[in-house]
T-cell receptor
Framework: GQQVMQIPQYQHVQEGEDFTTYCNSSTTLSNIQWYKQRPGGHPVFLIQLVKSGEVKKQKRLTFQFGEAKKNSSLHITATQTTDVGTYFCLRGTGNQFYFGTGTSLTVIP | NAGVMQNPRHLVRRRGQEARLRCSPMKGHSHVYWYRQLPEEGLKFMVYLQKENIIDESGMPKERFSAEFPKEGPSILRIQQVVRGDSAAYFC???????????????FGPGTRLLVL
């Protein structure tokens, strides 16, 4: 259906290790957005991907959109404790929006 | 430029009471979205409104829930006769434009944490 699956659901890493979360859709996406939600906080927009195969970077964060526009990934290099939070992808369809199930990242100092 | 504002930030209600959640979008934003986040879960789309119009309420429960975005004033999410299962964080977001299929950046408010006793 419209659900966007994210894996993994939880990820614990040592500070300095890398982290990747994946979003997978059964249907082709027109675009995908990524948000970060700190514990107790609200979602904050990170990036939007539109083009097939698109790759965007923000400092230690790398976002990719699959060639078939059915999946996307967020990769964090050398995690820091400030990266703690839940990362969600968001797809829009019609007038509705569907968040991925989220990946909760814990960084162990 | 103030961000999206929501109040109250925390709301406690007893079963059967009404909860009114308010959202003031960012200046210049005419599109408002409401989401519900149950504890330890993701965000679920509830409703999309423009000024004086409900555009899509397919994610909102048919009973007890209603939303409005009047010409003047904030958007209101109203929950009548609350039950314990309504306990959740309710976030609103706003955007300057709206495109079918997404594409606009949504700016989220801090949320209202509703606790039903």
């Amino acid at each position: 259906g419209q659900q966007v699956m994210q894996i993994p659901q939880y990820q614990h890493v040592q500070e300095g290790e890398d982290f990747t979360t994946y979003c997978n859709s059964s249907t082709t996406l027109s675009n995908i957005q990524w948000y970060k939600q700190r514990p107790g906080g609200h979602p904050v927009f990170l990036i939007q991907l539109v083009k097939s195969g698109e790759v965007k970077k923000q400092k230690r964060l790398t976002f990719q959109f699959g060639e078939a526009k059915k999946n996307s990934s967020l990769h964090i290099t050398a995690t820091q404790t400030t990266d703690v939070g839940t990362y969600f992808c968001l797809r829009g369809t019609g007038n509705q929006f569907y968040f991925g199930t989220g990946t909760s990242l814990t960084v162990i100092p | 430029n103030a961000g999206v504002m929501q109040n109250p930030r925390h709301l406690v209600r007893r079963r059967g009471q009404e909860a009114r959640l308010r959202c003031s979008p960012m200046k210049g934003h005419s599109h408002v979205y409401w989401y519900r986040q149950l504890p330890e879960e993701g965000l679920k789309f509830m409703v999309y409104l423009q000024k004086e119009n409900i555009i899509d309420e397919s994610g909102m429960p048919k009973e007890r829930f209603s939303a409005e975005f009047p010409k003047e004033g904030p958007s209101i999410l109203r929950i009548q006769q609350v039950v314990r299962g309504d306990s959740a964080a309710y976030f609103c977001a706003s955007s300057t434009i709206h495109q079918q299929g997404g594409g606009e950046t949504q700016y989220f408010g801090p949320g209202t944490r509703l606790l039903v006793l």
